[in-house]
């Protein structure tokens, strides 16, 4: 996942509400979003075998962001298993995120959101702390919470404004996820790939033959622990795939 657009109880219709782009190589196995066994419903990661976001019948949810690197590490674990290992496990979302903050280092960079519905906490293997976060709007790309990039501020109000004027946010959600207007080169970051490279990567829907937006990915959970699940499908250059939509009644329990 490469940009992450969150409201956490600010919303009095959803208690919950994401949007977000993975952005991926295309020749990288992927399985579309469905339901798992043992109660999780996610896209897979074939390679990894993890996920880049997901919720689990029990009201947990995660979602992560690569971090931006230009010569990263080698990495013994895929981060997408974090997803799918706090899904499965979880408890306390902040006290789970300090415990991976003090046992990060195997994984690529990455940040990562964790809820239960109740609360939300974020931890970032490259800056930042583990922390509970208030609710509220949220936005990140593949840096840090709070860095100024130009999608993640642009997207963020188009983000507040869909969810201020839409009596049901999915469309507005979807269109913002498909907005391709890249960056103007004064605000790009520079995270040391340099200005070319930069500005290809600086729209919040990316058009790439090798390497682009794989799956515009909506969510909406509602006060009732209603949740509607909606992913887009790309493939090179931006070519529509498939959507699949998914609904489920959140159990509030583990039970499968």
Not at 19 to 45: C, K, M, Q, Y
Request: proline fraction near 8%; hydrophobic fraction near 35%; include cysteine.
């Amino acid at each position: 996942m490469c940009v992450i657009y969150l409201s956490f109880r600010s919303d009095r219709r959803y208690p919950l509400v994401v949007a977000a782009n993975r952005d991926e190589f295309h020749e990288r196995p992927t399985a579309p979003l469905s339901e798992w066994d043992g109660g999780i419903v996610a896209g897979r990661d074939l390679r990894g075998g993890g996920t880049w976001m997901g919720l689990h019948r029990s009201g947990r949810f995660a979602a992560l962001t690569n971090f931006r690197e230009p010569s990263p590490p080698a990495a013994s674990k895929s981060r997408g298993t974090l997803v799918t290992a706090w899904l499965r496990d979880g408890s306390d979302p902040e006290r789970w995120v300090r415990d991976l903050a003090t046992d990060s280092a195997a994984y690529g960079g990455f940040s990562l959101f964790v809820s239960d519905l109740s609360s939300l906490a974020h931890v970032s293997n490259r800056g930042g702390r583990a922390a509970r976060l208030d609710p509220g709007v949220y936005a990140i790309g593949n840096g840090l919470l709070g860095d100024p990039w130009p999608k993640v501020l642009r997207g963020k109000e188009a983000f507040e404004r869909a969810l201020e004027s839409a009596a049901d946010p999915l469309e507005p959600l979807l269109s913002l996820l498909a907005d391709s207007t890249p960056s103007a080169d004064g605000p790009l970051p520079e995270t040391g790939i340099g200005p070319e490279r930069e500005r290809a990567l600086s729209p919040i829907f990316i058009r790439g033959d090798l390497y682009g937006t794989r799956a515009s990915s909506v969510v909406l959970v509602d006060p009732d622990g209603h949740a509607r699940l909606v992913e887009r499908s790309f493939g090179p250059g931006g070519t529509p795939g498939s959507t699949r939509s998914i609904e489920l009644a959140l159990t509030n329990d583990d039970g499968d």
